[in-house]
């Protein structure tokens, strides 16, 4: 199971994720941005499934991608996120693929409360890398 941190970056925050391999990490990540964007994500209902399906240049685009994904959805549908399953491949065609699914629920002011406005995963200072205990990353998200 992986980690997330959250560290502050000027006006906006940083999350720090670790994981084993590539699937906790970006798994790691959604719920990591969702802990910034809730209270308590523990109180998303996984309602409704959603299919996700995401390819990009590098890794790197792929995890900003994929955070941008759930805040784009986010915020059209007026949903939270709190559970997720993705695969990671990274021999798809040179180009790294995300698919999984995404569980959440419409906004419920009366049982959410929303903590941060996060308005993008930016490109500014993302680190991605795999070293000896495992995966580690860094992205910069505008609140």
Known sequence: MG???VFDHTADLGLRVTASDLDDLFQTAAEGLFDVVTADRGGIEPRDAEPVAIEAESLELLLIDWLNE????SETGH???GRFEVAVDVAAADRPRLTGTIWGEPIDADRHILDHEVKAATHHAVVLREGPEGWLAEVIVDI
């Open 79 to 81: 949903r939270l996120y």
């Open 3 to 5: 980690r997330v941190e």
């Open 70 to 73: 759930l805040i784009f959805r």
